[in-house]
């Protein structure tokens, strides 16, 4: 069984990405695994003068993050990069300087957009920000969704179209968490 935190990179209330995040929990390959899901709305914006004294909610996902075997990020994409509420989130966690929560997580990244491209540049720049972060991120599969009906139901799950291909991701990711995990 491992613990994952999820950070979910949108504040939006109904975002398709927690929605899609929630769903993810209730696949077959998550059963058994723990999944908390970060509270990053709640962060202040980062400033470097607070690095000595990190507001609650700060030390509260650091906490999080430092308790998890794995790191799911689920997010949207926004003007072809990630949103600034998951950077502000990655840089708080990041500090202070030598105390990085994220360090040797393995991580998962997917994301759902309305755009075509279902934030796949979002990604592209996650994956540059982890990389010096030091985390280890599952490579292949990936996982791009383009939202729209059908691909969750009304009860919150996969639908049956996308149900195999993200069950298939899932288990890649846990397998990845199981085999980096420190
Ligand atoms: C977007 N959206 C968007 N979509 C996309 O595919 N590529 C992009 O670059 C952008 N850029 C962008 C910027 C801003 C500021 C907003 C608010 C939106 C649309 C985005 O996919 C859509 O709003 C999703 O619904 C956002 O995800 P959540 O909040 O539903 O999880």
New binding site residues.
């Given amino acids: 069984m491992s613990k994952i935190a999820i950070i979910?990179?949108?504040l939006?209330e109904?975002?398709?990405?927690?929605?899609?995040a929630e769903a993810l929990t209730r696949l077959p390959a998550a059963q058994g695994h723990d999944f908390t899901f970060a509270q990053i709305g709640a962060l202040p914006l980062y400033n470097q003068d607070d690095d000595d004294d990190q507001a609650e909610p700060v030390m509260a996902l650091k906490a999080l993050v430092s308790g998890s075997d794995g790191v799911l990020f689920v997010?949207?994409?926004?003007?072809?990069?990630i949103?600034g509420v998951l950077k502000n989130a990655l840089d708080h966690a990041s500090r202070p300087y030598g105390q990085s929560a994220w360090a040797g997580k393995p991580a998962g990244i997917t994301g759902?957009?309305?755009?075509?491209?279902?934030?796949a540049?979002?990604q592209q720049h996650l994956r540059n920000i982890l990389a010096y972060l030091d985390m280890p991120t599952l490579g292949a599969p990936e996982a791009f969704l383009q939202?729209k009906d059908g691909l969750l139901n009304d009860d919150g799950t996969v639908g049956a179209q996308s149900s195999e291909f993200l069950n298939g991701w899932m288990q890649a990711f846990l397998d990845y968490v199981d085999l980096h995990s420190v």
């Fill in positions: 979910i990179g949108s939006r109904g975002s398709y990405n927690r929605r899609l997010t949207p994409e926004y003007n072809r990069s949103p759902v957009s309305i755009g075509a491209i279902g934030t540049l979002a939202w």
